[in-house]
């Protein structure tokens, strides 16, 4: 009965493939987020959408195309992928549009690309 | 963001208090001081939120200063399963570089 749910939670590729990672969550919120945490800990905001719509494209390259089916689901397609772009991605979820709500995530997705 | 800062880690033994300061002297007037923690292997998760006034829940006390430039996170009395990395965010979407908090028996 997970409320942010993240697949795959492990992905190890190859430079230059392509892969995606999927999330829903079944909170009933608006808006959901992708976040990059990296080997630091550092996390930062990658994208936003409100009600399918993108609000927030935070200079992330566009290898990086995020795509909101409906406002449940937020899913990340990496083009070509880099060494760099190992990292855990977190997607997240609130009721509101920037206001003061909480964020909800998911566990992450951990990717290696070789 | 390189404004949001926190110490890299700190230690604490258990059953002692733990302040967890968090800088952020650009923070705008209207937003909220959220605070996260996240355990090993998992996700960021809410801990305690606050805009002027201090604030208090089951899991922590939030203290934000006059200015509201600096907050400090409190955990009363440190268990074990507090060890994790917490995670001021002053900004609605940025969250600070994160403190590693260790407990020791």
Known sequence: DTAVSQTPKYLVTQMGNDKSIKCEQ????????????????????????????????????????????????????????????????????????????????????????? | DAKTTQPNSMESNEEEPVHLPCNHSTISGTDYIHWYRQLPSQG????????????????????IAEDRKSSTLILHRATLRDAAVYYCRPDKLIFGTGTRLQVFP
């Open chain 2, 44 to 63: 960021p998760e809410y801990v305690i939120h606050g805009l002027t006034s201090n604030v208090n829940n089951r899991m922590a006390s939030l203290a």
């Open chain 1, 26 to 114: 079944n909170l009933g919120h608006d808006t959901m987020y992708w976040y990059k945490q990296d080997s630091k800990k550092f996390l930062k905001i990658m994208f936003s959408y409100n009600n399918k719509e993108l609000i927030i494209n935070e200079t992330v390259p566009n290898r990086f195309s995020p795509k909101s089916p409906d406002k449940a689901h937020l899913n990340l397609h990496i083009n070509s992928l880099e060494l760099g772009d190992s990292a855990v991605y977190f997607c997240a979820s609130s009721p509101r549009r920037q206001q003061a709500g909480e964020l909800f995530f998911g566990e992450g997705s951990r990717l290696t690309v070789l």
